[in-house]
């Protein structure tokens, strides 16, 4: 039985794309720490603490200091980023970078995918607040929810990529 794990894993793809390979290799993966699958929901765990951050943030400034809540999603989800970075640097992607300048310019990178999810995060917001009627609390949550994907794989292939 070790020999066909030994066998599966040297069969695993070395990048997320194509990914026919990754769906192929099956729910395995799940268990497999450093494997995509793995990460991905290391990535989700991070992702709920986050959205507690964000959702707790969100809430105080929009209905506590009653600020635009374009202005409390954005710092919000900037606030949220910061906790994110930290946990997927030491949990989700086991990141080996140390010393001041090797993560300060990973977090910059790792900002600049964020900010691709933000865009989403914040598109989503208005159109369920102007559009549906949504209240903006929970129509930021479901923002949040839809930009999952893109920040997971920028932070994959981009912020938290070894070189």
């Known amino acids: 039985m070790n020999h066909l794990h030994a066998q599966k894993a040297a069969q695993r793809p070395a ?9 192929g290799w099956g729910w395995h993966g799940l268990f497999v720490k450093g494997h995509t699958s793995n990460q991905f929901v290391r990535f989700c765990l991070v992702g709920a603490s986050g959205v507690l951050v964000n959702y707790l943030v969100m809430r105080g400034l929009y209905n506590g200091l009653r600020l635009p809540y374009g202005l409390c999603s ?11 970075f930290i946990w997927n640097k ?7 970078a ?3 300048w090797p993560v300060v310019k990973q977090y910059l990178r790792f900002l600049s995918v964020i ?6 995060n914040l ?13 903006p609390v929970p129509a930021n949550l479901l923002g949040v929810l839809l930009a999952t994907v893109s920040n997971f794989l920028g932070n994959k292939l981009f912020a938290f990529r070894h070189r």
């Open 115 to 120: 900010l691709l999810g933000m865009a989403i």
């Open 98 to 100: 140390r010393g001041f």
């Open 74 to 84: 954005v710092t919000a989800y900037l606030v949220a980023s910061v906790n994110n």
């Open 123 to 135: 598109g989503a917001l208005v159109l369920l607040v102007e559009l549906v009627g949504l209240d």
């Open 90 to 96: 030491i949990f989700t992607f086991k990141d080996a």
């Open 15 to 23: 990048t997320l794309l194509p990914l026919r390979p990754w769906l």
